[in-house]
């Protein structure tokens, strides 16, 4: 990959970064920003397809950049990116390769490995589904705090609950399962 295509990527990871995420799903600032976050995604992904770069810190930007897509297929090319980069020596890559992983996942609808997405339920805010048979120990080894601590942060978000009428069907569809009585 050219230096050109280095310093874009590291360009675009500075934008991304420089946003400000605390915004709510359905106004209009969260529109704005989803369609930047857009265009950043359609030019990682121009600068991709000639081969990925062999510097680890073009990877972990291309990953984060990938993290913050609409599409499960995004968010595991950014976790396999993200991945590179920590085989690589980037500080941060194994987080970022768990979480990015854990929104493929999650955008596909399927429990997440390791807990890193919090989602609004509804009534509060929760951690999103996990597969049982993930361990502390592997959470760890990826630089993801345990499951209690994941938890907890999910129980102290006091934030207003998003409108729910714009949210992706893969939510919706977890509210309206989460909110459905397990017959014991």
């Given amino acids: 990959m050219t230096e050109a295509r280095v310093a874009a990527l590291a360009r675009l990871l500075r934008e991304d970064q420089a946003e400000v995420r605390a915004v709510l799903a359905g106004q209009p600032a969260y529109t704005v920003l989803r369609a930047r976050d857009r265009v950043r995604r359609e030019t990682v992904m121009a600068l991709l397809a000639d081969g990925w770069p062999d510097e680890a810190d073009a990877l972990y930007a291309a990953a984060w950049i990938l993290n913050h ?26 987080w970022l390769s768990a979480a990015a992983l854990d929104r ?5 609808g399927l429990p997440q490995k390791y807990g ?3 989602v609004p339920d509804g009534v509060g805010y929760r951690l999103w589904d996990l597969d049982p048979e993930t361990t502390d120990t592997e959470r760890l080894a990826n630089d993801v705090p345990p499951l209690a601590e994941m938890q907890a942060r999910a129980a102290a978000i006091t934030d207003p609950q998003p409108e729910t009428a714009g949210a992706p069907d ?3 569809q977890a509210m309206r399962r989460w909110r459905t009585p397990v017959p014991e």
Avoid: F, H, V
């Avoid at 950014?78 to 020596?89: C, I, M, V």
């Avoid at 493929?104 to 596909?108: D, E, K």
């Fill in 170 to 172: 893969w939510l919706k």
């Fill in 116 to 118: 890193t997405n919090i």
């Fill in 104 to 108: 493929s996942l999650m955008y596909a």
């Fill in 69 to 94: 897509g609409d599409l499960s297929e995004e968010a595991a090319l950014g976790s396999r990116l993200a991945s590179r980069a920590a085989e690589l020596g980037c500080p941060g890559a194994r």
